[in-house]
């Protein structure tokens, strides 16, 4: 039930098939339905997009081609490709129904931030995630979990975690990504306000480069690499 899922179901039931979406929470939406604004999908992907979600969303629920279920899991899926059956439970009620394919769109989740000690999380109120970033940006102002107060500056900790035998062995472009959106959150929501990405590598693949240089061009978006090693609090918090 989030983009991917949603836009599975679009396009099959628009190539003329039946379609049917298991979404585990009571809304659709998934992550996207939470953020702010998303990455640029097209020329010159410069600049960051408001999601369309809304649309997909009131799509997906006015076509006749498309069953949903929310708050519902798969308990079985028996058979072969062409000929499985389905079980569903919604609400506590088993239902079974063919299907010729099954997508799964199962999306993703956060990584633990209370597992990187060093850097505060879960300690200092004013250390956040960028799935709370989120949150307090699609608000509107950019403000202070502490005390409400307007961001004058931010640094965003990249690779975080990443590529450490005690977290995680691999990296991912979507966290340099989110970043550079975000610090342009920090600049939009005020003009004077500075925004500081330290990284060990800054990894925009294909046409996100566009993105990249437009975050470099701003002059309150300081880029540096290095790799932040603690964090401690200042006596004003």
Known sequence: GGIAGLTAALEASKAGYKAVIVEKSDELGGWIRKMHKTLPSRPPYAESETPDI???????ESSSAIK???SASIESIEGEPGMFDVTVNAGGTSETFKAGAVVFTIGWKPYDA?????????????VITN???EEIAK????????????VQSAVFIQCAGQRDEDHLPYCS?????????????????HPDAGAYIIYKDMRTPGLYENFYRSAQ?????????????????????
């Open 54 to 60: 809304g649309e997909k969303i009131q799509e997906v």
């Open 68 to 70: 949903v279920y929310k």
């Open 114 to 126: 209370t597992k990187l000690e060093p850097l505060g999380y879960g300690k200092y109120k004013n």
């Open 131 to 133: 799935v709370e970033m």
């Open 139 to 150: 608000g509107g102002t950019i403000t202070r979990p502490s005390d409400g107060k307007p």
């Open 173 to 189: 472009s979507v966290c340099c990504l989110t970043s550079l959106k975000q610090a342009k959150y920090i600049r939009e929501s």
């Open 217 to 237: 061009d701003d002059e309150g978006i300081f880029l540096t690499k290095g790799e932040i090693l603690g964090i401690e609090e200042a006596p004003d918090g």
